[in-house]
Every structure is written in structure tokens, then in C-alpha cells.
């Protein structure tokens, strides 16, 4: 009952910021039948609504804290240049169905305390397990450091290009989890995604982008490939703008496989492309890259709606898991 309440809660809060809305920018040319186009309403999926048929994980929380971490120290917009501590909350569900010891497939979640994910992908996970269209696997929800966009904790972890963040689970996250909970992450990079909204989206690709040995599936609603990095990484000078304007063109095709969304009333809709800031119009080259190089991929564009839309991750979370996981065996 919390859940749909929340659920509930979330949708029409999203569908009173569609309103009041001046013209919308043009709608993206759509490449071909394999994209999805969504239109309003975006009714919240089966999947979504504990089955008391399904057995149900458990969600273990934690905290972690900068002083222990020998990555991110923390740092803060307000204070630049400054050591800023910080704590972050980490949950970890593990499935009723879970052997202890067993290494299992897993999905790493950004922004991982955000209402919009925290319910949803264990309660998905639970559904869709029971329901033998996903295999026995773990959720690791990992929130960000702090902050939102460049200066920030939050923008240094999900914005950077680079593998530092990858380091950061690999190194800190995933062994505590194993230490605490006597549970397993398997080796095998087939079994292992990783997902996210608006930066968190972002740094989910770029997990999989410079470490496929590690993470070869990635979630993304309304992904951050835009220049938010703002000089981070000078390899990459217009941050993840990079990924469609150079890095996917200009690389041997590598083994991912990509869900992503974008909303018609996106972040940036309406920016010139000489921003590098228009979500929309990145997502949709991002689709054009991703097709040009033969990547299995699924764009998801939803008219009427906004920025990591709530109404359209509850209608489409449990079908785009099912869709990401795929050929896993």
C-alpha cells in the first residue's frame, strides 16, 4: 500500500509539471519502427504493484562516509577547492529466491535513495524474478555524494568522463557488500548493468563505456550527454556531448547493450545545439550513433512528458528491465 501511495504520489505531482507549458520544440525525427514513441496518460505497470504471489527480497541500507573513502574525499559548489565530508546511503536487495554465496547478476542503481527508483526496482525485481523474466540477481542502490551539477560532489561522480566512478563501486561499494552480506557479484560483465536518471543516467553509460569488461547494460531516463562536466576531463571537452559527437562514432563497436529514454519537454529542449545542452536533441543523436554502429539499442521518447518523468518510469521500468536483461543466460 506505501508503494502505490508513493507511486500515485510521484505520477501526479509529474503530470502537474506538464502544465502551464508554453509551444513544445518540434518532436525529433524518429529513426524507425523500433523506437518507441509514448503519449499521456502513462498508466504505472502491473509490475509495479506488489503480487502477493511473489516472494519478496530483502533491502539492506547502509551508510558510507567520505573520510573512509580513498576516491571521493567530497567537495561542495559552495566551497571550492575545499575538502567538504559527506555521508551516502547504499542499500543492496537480494532476492527471496537468492542462494547465499551464489555469484549472481546485479544492477547497479545511481541516485539509488531517489523515491523513483528505491521502491520501484526492488518491487520490479520481485515481479519480474517470480515471474522467470529476469534471472535471480542483486539491485546495489548507491546515492550520490551531494550537490547537483558541476562543483558539486554529485556532478564530480555522475558528469566526469572517466572511470573513476567505475572504480569507486568496484573498489569500495561492491566488496563492502560482499563482506557484510555474505552475498556474491558475479564476474562475468554479461551479467552486470547498470542504471540511472539525468546524470545518473550518464554515468551508467559511462561505466559501461570504459569498462565493457565490467558492464555491458545500461538503463538511461533522460541521460545527461550533455557538456554538464564543464573542463572536468580536457580529453573530453564537451563531457558526455562526447559520447554522440565523437566517442561512439569514432570507436570500434563495443559489446553493450542500451535502453534509453528522453521526455519531449526534456531539460535544455529548446537550447541551440552550439550549447551542447539540449537533452533532447543529444538523446536523439545519441540514437542515431547508436544505430549507425549497429548497438543493440531501445529509444524511448515520450511525448508530454519531463525530465526523468516519473510517469514514464513507472510505465516502462519493468518492460525496460526485461528488455535490457535479454539474452543473459
Keep these: 500500500m506505501v508503494l502505490c501511495a508513493l507511486l500515485l504520489s510521484l505520477a501526479s505531482i509529474a503530470l502537474a509539471g506538464q502544465r502551464g507549458r508554453g509551444t513544445p520544440p518540434p518532436r525529433p525525427n524518429m529513426l524507425d519502427d523500433s523506437d518507441v514513441v509514448l503519449r499521456p496518460p502513462f498508466p504505472v505497470s502491473n509490475d509495479l504493484v506488489p503480487n502477493p504471489a511473489a516472494p519478496r527480497g530483502t533491502i539492506h541500507r547502509f551508510t558510507m562516509k567520505s573520510e573512509d573513502s580513498k576516491i571521493y574525499k567530497g567537495i561542495s559548489r559552495d566551497k571550492p577547492g575545499a575538502v567538504v565530508p559527506y555521508e551516502r546511503s547504499v542499500a543492496v536487495y537480494i532476492p527471496a529466491q537468492y542462494v547465499a554465496g551464489t555469484p549472481v547478476p546485479f544492477i547497479v542503481v545511481q541516485d539509488g535513495f531517489n523515491p523513483k527508483y528505491h521502491y520501484s526496482v526492488p518491487t520490479a525485481l520481485d515481479n519480474l524474478i517470480h515471474q522467470k523474466k529476469l534471472p535471480v540477481m542483486l539491485a546495489v542502490l548507491v546515492h550520490n555524494g551531494g550537490g547537483d551539477g558541476p562543483g558539486s560532489q554529485r556532478g564530480l561522480e555522475y558528469d566526469t568522463v572517466s572511470d573513476t566512478y567505475t572504480m569507486f563501486i568496484e573498489t569500495e561499494v561492491l566488496p563492502r557488500i560482499e563482506r557484510e552480506y555474505k552475498v556474491r557479484f558475479t564476474k562475468d560483465p554479461e551479467g552486470r548493468a547498470t542504471m540511472g536518471g539525468s546524470s545518473g543516467a550518464a554515468c551508467a553509460l559511462t561505466m559501461a563505456w570504459f569498462h565493457p569488461e565490467l558492464y555491458r547494460r545500461v538503463l538511461s531516463y533522460s541521460g545527461t550527454f550533455v557538456d554538464q562536466a564543464r573542463g572536468s576531463n580536457p580529453a573530453y571537452p564537451h563531457g558526455a556531448w562526447e559520447y554522440h559527437a565523437t566517442l561512439i562514432p569514432n570507436a570500434e ?77
Design 253 to 329: 563497436r563495443k559489446p553493450l547493450r542500451i535502453w534509453f529514454h528522453v521526455s519531449e519537454f526534456d531539460n535544455g529542449a529548446t537550447r541551440e545545439e552550439s550549447t551542447h545542452g539540449n537533452w533532447v536533441l543529444a538523446n536523439q543523436r545519441l540514437s542515431q550513433v547508436l544505430k549507425a554502429k549497429g548497438y543493440p539499442h531501445k529509444y524511448v521518447y515520450a511525448e508530454g512528458a519531463r525530465h526523468t518523468d516519473a510517469n514514464v518510469v513507472f510505465q516502462t521500468l519493468p518492460d525496460a528491465l526485461v528488455w535490457l536483461w535479454q539474452g543473459y543466460k
